[in-house]
């Protein structure tokens, strides 16, 4: 039933919100999608940080910042300053260098809850899609579109489907928290 890819493609985009929101939480290590929801002054408009330097890491635990144009290293700065990062800036006139300090364990535990918050509410957001479908199979029954074998049908193949996306759900919740952990 094309109804059902429909219902998956929508399943299939929370799993993707939710590894885009995981690429950018820092787990001890530097990784460079940190800085993805960074936008920089460039000329007025707001610029995504990856669109105005070069992003490299040449440390585990260092991120450096080669911006194109070295009039714009104080803009990077400050862009870097008032984001949710809580790393402060090394800006030596040619570069800006983004050193992150080993996470605490108390931090750890923290960052965990919040990937299993996230992971929680993406699986929320599956099973209100199956619920959806599920209203939108039953409408289809009582308007006679479909049979009632066709209802118990595709209600089962849905509550697979969730099954499916939730269980994707818990194995990157499991993955990013064991990533968090490691020291």
């Not at 800006?91 to 990937?115: H, Q, W, Y």
Request: glycine share 4%.
């Amino acid at each position: 039933m094309e109804d059902l890819k429909f219902y998956e493609e929508k399943m299939n985009k929370t799993l993707d919100v939710l590894i885009s929101d995981y690429g950018t939480i820092r787990a001890g290590r530097a990784n460079p999608h940190v800085l993805d929801k960074i936008k920089v002054d460039y000329y007025g408009t707001p610029t995504p940080l990856q669109q105005v330097g070069n992003i490299s890491v040449p440390e585990a635990r260092m991120i450096v910042i080669q911006p194109w144009e070295k009039s714009l290293l104080k803009a990077i700065e400050k862009a870097i300053l008032t984001s949710e990062l809580g790393i402060n800036p090394t800006n030596d006139g040619s570069c800006i260098r983004l050193i992150f300090p080993e996470m605490t364990e108390d931090r750890r535990k923290e960052v965990a809850k919040d990937v299993k918050k996230k992971g929680d509410n993406a699986k929320v957001a599956i099973r209100n899609i199956r619920r959806d479908a599920n209203d939108a199979f039953k409408k289809a029954e009582k308007a006679g579109d479909i049979s009632e074998d066709e209802l118990t049908e595709t209600t089962e193949k849905m509550q697979k489907l969730t099954d499916k996306m939730i269980e994707k759900v818990d194995r990157l919740v499991e993955d990013k928290t064991k990533e968090i952990m490691t020291v």
